[in-house]
C-alpha cells in the first residue's frame, strides 16, 4: 500500500506564496504520477496539479494555471506544489496521491482509495 504524506501547509496573507511537499512509503517513488488535489469543509476534492513521473508532463487546473507549479525530484523521493499568489479561494487540505497511471486531463478523486493527513493551507484576507 502506497502512503502518501504531505507537508509544508501554513497561513499566509492574500499574495504571499507556500510550498507543499509530497513524499510517499510503501512503493518506489520514481515510478508514479503525483496529482495535488485540495478539499475544503463539505466538497469533494478537487485535482489542482499533476506530474508524470519523469517530471517532464504537468497539468494544471485552470483555477491554478499560472500561479502554481508542480515539480519533483525522485533523488529526495519528493515533489512538490509551489504556490504563488495566493487567493482566500485557496484555502484548503491539500492532498497528494501516488498514480501508476498517467490520467491525462482526468484526475478524479474516486480513483484513489488511500488518502493521507494533508495538509492545511490558509489564505487570509
Known amino acids: 500500500q502506497v502512503q502518501p504524506l504531505e507537508s509544508g501547509g501554513g497561513l499566509v496573507h492574500t499574495g504571499g506564496s507556500l510550498t507543499l511537499s509530497c513524499t510517499t512509503s510503501?512503493?518506489?517513488?520514481?515510478?508514479?504520477?503525483i496529482p495535488w488535489f485540495r478539499q475544503t469543509p463539505g466538497k469533494e476534492r478537487e485535482f489542482v496539479a499533476s506530474?508524470?513521473?519523469?517530471?517532464?508532463?504537468?497539468y494544471y487546473a485552470d483555477s491554478v494555471k499560472g500561479r502554481f507549479t508542480i515539480s519533483r525530484d525522485n533523488s529526495k523521493n519528493t515533489a512538490y506544489l509551489r504556490m504563488n499568489d495566493l487567493v482566500p479561494e485557496d484555502t484548503a487540505v491539500y492532498y497528494c496521491?501516488?498514480?501508476?497511471?498517467?490520467?491525462?486531463?482526468?484526475?478524479?478523486?474516486?480513483?484513489?482509495?488511500?488518502w493521507g493527513q494533508g495538509t492545511q493551507v490558509t489564505v487570509s484576507s
Open positions: 510503501g512503493g518506489t517513488f520514481g515510478i508514479f504520477a
Open positions: 506530474i508524470s513521473w519523469s517530471g517532464v508532463v504537468t
Open positions: 496521491n501516488a498514480d501508476p497511471i498517467w490520467r491525462g486531463t482526468n484526475w478524479r478523486e474516486a480513483d484513489y482509495h488511500y
